[in-house]
């Protein structure tokens, strides 16, 4: 049956080419190849505005102004495109931001802190003397952040043993009596126990405390021995 088509073949017809494999190849290569010319393109402006900056006349590029449409269009060959890579970069600005390790504020760690030279494992100032007798030990301060804490003074409470029998507070003295404690510092102070004639045998237990500085505290243990005969 005759449809009108005369001598002419199929691919006289204008649409015969969407049938056509080879020039769909030719035509998607030439789609891949213009896509990947113009991703090169963008890539090498980048790079060139990273080690030129965006200006030829090198002048300043470091204004936070936005882009005049020249540059807008040197930039990025054009307009339409410009939001989306500044979506890209803000996006990788966050992920790098987010990844980035936390450095810890060195005024977030402890303001000061006791040491002692003749501690025991148990965390406790030990001394000991016999009676009479004087018990001594150095008592360190340690000022670890960046504030100023001022003046410091140490106190003792009295020292006390099971049986009810007392050391004042008066028999302990320090040496010396206060001390200035700048930021990343450290500080050394004699304490010295006065064991009178008297004073039973046994072990003594009290508090060593800083004045101002409530969260600063430590056990004392003065063990009274009998005195060699």
């Known amino acids: 049956m005759d449809r009108g088509t005369g001598d ?16 769909n190849a030719r035509a998607l290569s030439a789609i891949q190849a213009q896509g990947f010319r113009a991703a090169s393109e963008i890539v090498d402006r980048f790079a060139r505005i990273t080690t030129t900056g ?5 002048r300043s590029t470091t204004s936070a102004g936005p882009f005049t449409d020249d540059q807008r269009a040197d930039l990025f060959g054009a307009t339409d495109i410009e ?10 600005g966050q992920f790098l931001l987010g990844s980035a390790p936390r450095v810890p504020d ?8 006791l040491d002692f030279s003749n501690a025991a494992i148990e965390g406790r100032l030990e001394l000991a003397a016999t009676s009479p007798g004087t018990a001594k030990a150095e008592v360190w301060l340690h000022n670890r952040a960046t504030a100023d804490l001022g003046q ?23 040496e010396p009596s206060a001390v200035a404690m700048p930021g990343r510092s450290s500080r050394g102070i004699e304490m010295s126990i006065e064991v009178l ?11 060593l405390l800083a004045q101002r500085h409530p969260k600063l505290w430590l056990p004392v243990v003065l063990t009274v021995r009998v005195p060699l005969t």
């Open 106 to 113: 060195p005024d977030s760690a402890h303001e000061a802190s």
């Open 152 to 174: 410091i003074q140490l106190r003792c409470s009295d020292l006390l043993a099971h049986d009810g029998s007392v050391v004042k507070s008066g028999a302990v003295m320090f």
């Open 54 to 58: 965006l200006s030829r006349d090198a």
């Open 197 to 207: 004639q008297g004073v039973q045998p046994g072990t003594y237990r009290g508090t």
């Open 8 to 23: 002419g073949s199929i691919n006289d017809l204008p649409w015969a080419s969407v049938f056509d494999p080879a020039a």
């Open 83 to 92: 939001p989306l890579i500044r979506s890209w970069w803000v996006m990788i």
